[in-house]
Nanobody, 126 residues
Framework: QVQLLESGGGLVQAGDSLRLSCAAS????????MGWFRQAPGKEREFVAA????????YYADSVKGRFIISRDNAKNTMYLQMNSLKPEETAVYYC???????????????????WGQGTQVTVSS
């Protein structure tokens, strides 16, 4: 069983940057696909970015493409999300997730992820 713990959220101004981290424990981190999702109040959880087990493949939601960068360090059992040029509408709780699938690519569907962190709040003021 994989346990996930996000960190790095906070209050920033529009245009600022933040880097989120997701530390994993309790499982084979290097064998799982990972992803970042976010959920704003009153809205459904939405896909942000995904990375495959090796870090060799990534995929982004159109809304963050070119501004966010997902990465992972399997030696440290940690995944990251570098968020640049943040916008007020991106205020949300950000979650990391892990999928123990043998599929070697990226996974974008909420339903396919097996493990979730408790989330970290990101607030972007205008």
């Amino acid at each position: 069983q994989v346990q996930l713990l996000e960190s790095g959220g906070g209050l920033v101004q529009a245009g600022d940057s933040l880097r989120l981290s997701c530390a994993a424990s309790g499982g084979s981190f290097s064998r799982v696909a990972m992803g970042w999702f976010r959920q704003a109040p009153g809205k459904e959880r939405e896909f942000v970015a995904a990375i495959n087990w090796s870090g060799g493949a990534t995929y982004y939601a159109d809304s963050v493409k070119g501004r966010f960068i997902i990465s992972r360090d399997n030696a440290k059992n940690t995944m990251y999300l570098q968020m640049n040029s943040l916008k007020p509408e991106e205020t949300a709780v950000y979650y990391c997730a892990a999928c123990q699938s043998t599929y070697g690519g990226v996974i974008t569907s909420v339903a396919r992820y097996d493990y979730w962190g408790q989330g970290t709040q990101v607030t972007v003021s205008s």
